[in-house]
């Protein structure tokens, strides 16, 4: 009897040993996804660097030195500006403003965006056509030339880069957002709940959100680079965040151009910096696409 109660109780208890842990399945998932690890690896390196910016940059980004355009060496790594600056420590507090726009910006336009693209699809009719002729007018216009005449109209600033890039993201966002839901409105299990008595506002919640949610997070973690190359080309041409605040594409445009033969590390640099983040975002990105929804394989 004891060696029955023994071995039931074995059967019963699970084996522990034989289920990967947290770490095991990072692991699965690195070896499947070696290309997405490794721009999770650069990323969050990037991140790190950009929060605690103050003890991993050697210098003060904004503090003048007397050696003005020294090249690299080994007190100043990636040489110095005209004004006698660091740049790798202007790179490494760029990458604080560059991050952290492209962080806000993306989750403030998420909101709208999924709000805006599932409405649209469960509601229909005049509603439906009304938000629709909209968006396409604002797709109408270059994604360039939609932010400039924002910033024109705002004028210059962080935040309102950051509305700019919000509003813009949003508005490419709503019609994926929408498309997801149009898939998926009239299954069964919707028609099932609705039959029930579940309120338009349970439905939403309860079945679509959750069910479109892969679709969210791939977007918005592909979209993530695109928010940050765009934030660098607005500062490049003029209309993004003014100095003396350290960002990538203000160090290139005001920087990097008047010296691009005399001190090309002064446009190196921040491009380098630039490349490797945006390379590490996008195949992030594409590992989350095939791991969530590998029905989005290919795009983007």
């Given at each position: ?44 390196v990037?991140?790190?660097?950009a ?13 003048h030195g ?7 060496s080994?007190?100043?790594?990636a040489?110095?500006?005209?004004f006698?600056?660091?740049v ?18 993306t989750?403030l ?6 709000l ?63 498309g997801?839901?149009?898939a ?78 005399g ?13 490797i ?5 996008n ?18």
């Open positions: 009897m004891a060696f029955k109660a023994t071995a039931q109780s074995a059967i019963d208890s699970p084996v522990r040993s034989a289920s990967p842990g947290r770490l095991g399945k990072l692991a699965h998932l690195a070896r499947k996804k070696p290309l997405g690890a490794f721009g999770a690896v650069v990323m969050i990037f991140v790190l660097a929060v605690f910016a103050e003890l991993v940059a050697p210098f003060p980004p904004l503090e007397t050696v003005r355009l020294a090249s690299p080994s007190e100043h790594l040489g110095t500006d005209q006698g600056r660091d790798l420590s202007r790179v490494v507090f760029g990458a604080r403003t560059s991050l952290y726009v492209g962080v806000v910006a989750v336009s998420m909101i709208p965006a999924v805006i693209g599932i409405s649209s699809a469960f509601f229909g009719g005049w509603y439906d056509y009304l938000l629709q002729r909209f968006v396409d007018t604002i797709q109408a216009l270059p994604g360039l030339v939609l932010l400039i005449t924002i910033l024109v109209i705002l004028g210059p600033g962080l935040w309102n880069v950051i509305i700019a890039l919000s509003f813009n993201r949003a508005i490419v966002g709503s019609r994926v957002m929408r997801a839901t149009m998926i409105k009239n299954e069964i299990y919707i028609d099932a709940a609705r039959a029930i008595g579940a309120t338009n506002m349970r439905l939403v919640l309860r079945h679509l959100l959750p069910n479109i949610a892969p679709t969210i997070i791939v977007v918005y973690s592909l979209g993530f680079g695109t928010v940050i190359l765009s934030e660098a080309s607005l500062s490049f041409l003029g209309y993004g965040i003014p100095p003396p605040t350290p960002s990538w594409g203000g160090m290139l445009a005001a920087d990097g151009r008047s010296y691009m033969f001190a090309p590390w002064m446009l190196w640099a921040p491009t380098l910096a630039l490349a983040v945006i390379f590490a975002v195949m992030f990105g594409d590992a989350v696409r095939d791991l969530l929804d590998p029905r989005m394989r290919g795009t983007g």
